[in-house]
């Protein structure tokens, strides 16, 4: 005999498991039918760990503000049932790459937000909404399933290079840090403590986001295996090893462990190591060979995989620093690049550039780089060792790279119009630049 309380106990279980199996259910005959290629397996993860990153934020801040709360016993993390969230995972972010992806996105966003709309009142009693489950609701619209189906589409399409590199950069600091973190419990410590422990995990962090930078301008991809650069990589952080990303999650991991005494921490940098030296070395290692042949063989002869070079590897991309030799300033910074004995840079004079230079230039031999002023020097530093490296990847960061240079432009001076050889005549002194 079914009595009330078996109803009640049923009718959650039902609700939840209805909302992990049914968008489960429409994922798998996705894949089966339209069998996905490799940009559509990127895409279905990128829109997948977007909705991962920030779904469980989304839900968290819905139960402060009144808009919905959870009413689940057991399989909770923080009060959120995993299944409900792992079926909202599936359905905004791993679905549409996978069922539709010749569909406008607009018309994606509005089927799948009718859909959430119609489907929440059906949740209860598991989901009780609020007055204000509708503000919710744009909520989640405008920050998980909007910009989760934008990122999954410039994937899938190899669009907005760029921004799709710099959603996995935001990605990684969720997902690898700060999900780790809350996960063990960590508590931020205070004062001169805190302020010391930002500026030491400033530096790794610094090492993960110039690798990614150089994955985007030298080879054209993000560090996603299903995304990866068309040519290989070994100028940049690369220049000194052959995991800056791995290596830089691992001395973050570290590093909060060291100053917030969190021994789940230490897991977390294991678990790095054990996937870097483990799956990631054999899988990514076996395609890059293939890839790459002798270049990749040579690379991996002359770059370690985790213990940094102190000089960059002789064999990293070659470029050209065109400073001007009838200016002091411009003339003496030359000088100064050239006491350092750079690696695979060479130093010539702007005056002979065929292009009219305003100001210090760095040009790749590739010729798919070329920097000018700070941003210039900034990449000339990368060519030394390892700390001028180190301030070569500061002062390429966005943001801070524009202040740098006006603050360049205030105190030395702006730009100068530099004439070509064929414009000057003979008694002409070209003008300089400066930084």
Do not use: K
Not at 5 to 24: E, K, M, N, S, W
Not at 79 to 89: Q, S, Y
Not at 208 to 213: D, Q, S, T
Not at 276 to 298: M, N, Y
Request: charged share 15%; hydrophobic share 55%; net charge positive.
């Amino acid at each position: 005999m079914t009595t009330a309380a078996d109803t009640v106990a049923t009718g959650p279980a039902l609700i939840r498991a209805a909302g992990l199996f049914v968008p489960l259910l429409a994922v798998v005959p996705a894949a089966a039918v339209r069998r996905p290629g490799r940009a559509d397996v990127a895409a279905a993860i990128v829109g997948g760990a977007w909705q991962l990153a920030l779904l469980p934020g989304l839900n968290l801040l819905a139960g402060r503000l009144g808009w919905w709360s959870f009413q689940a016993d057991g399989g909770t993390v923080a009060g959120l049932p995993v299944d409900l969230l792992l079926g909202w995972v599936l359905l905004w972010g791993v679905l549409p790459p996978l069922a539709a992806p010749r569909l406008p996105w607009p018309v994606t966003a509005a089927l799948l937000g009718w859909l959430d709309l119609a489907a929440m009142p059906l949740l209860d009693p598991v989901v009780r909404l609020g007055d204000r489950w509708l503000t919710g609701e744009a909520v989640a619209i405008a920050l998980c399933l909007l910009p989760g189906l934008l990122l999954a589409r410039w994937t899938a399409r190899a669009e907005h290079l760029r921004l799709r590199a710099a959603g996995q950069v935001l990605l990684a600091a969720l997902l690898m840090l700060a999900l780790p973190a809350t996960a063990a419990g960590v508590r931020l410590p205070h004062g001169a403590v805190l302020s010391t422990g930002l500026q030491v995990l400033a530096v790794p962090m610094l090492l993960g986001v110039a690798a990614v930078r150089e994955f985007v301008v030298r080879g054209g991809g993000t560090p996603l295996p299903y995304d990866p650069p068309r040519r290989l990589v070994t100028s940049g952080p690369y220049a000194y090893v052959r995991n800056p990303i791995q290596l830089s999650l691992l001395l973050c991991h570290l590093v909060l462990a060291a100053f917030t005494a969190n021994a789940w921490l230490l897991a977390a940098a294991g678990v790095t190591v054990a996937y870097s030296a483990g799956l990631a070395a054999w899988h990514e290692g076996a395609q890059l060979a293939e890839r790459f042949g002798p270049g990749w063989a040579e690379y991996t002869a002359g770059v370690r995989s985790w213990l940094p070079r102190l000089r960059p590897w002789p064999g990293t991309a070659p470029a050209e620093l065109h400073v001007a030799q009838t200016c002091g300033v411009c003339s003496g910074v030359g000088r100064w690049v050239l006491d350092r004995s750079p690696v695979a840079l060479t130093v010539r004079p702007a005056e002979e550039h065929p292009a009219g230079l305003r100001r210090i230039t760095y040009e790749s031999a590739d010729g798919r780089e070329r920097a000018e002023g700070v941003a210039a020097l900034g990449r000339a530093l990368q060519h030394f060792h390892l700390g001028w490296a180190l301030l070569g990847w500061v002062l390429l960061v966005p943001g801070l790279a524009w202040l740098a240079q006006l603050v360049a432009d205030a105190t030395a001076g702006g730009p100068r119009e530099l004439r070509t050889p064929a414009e000057r005549r003979p008694a002409e002194p070209p003008s300089a630049d400066l930084l």
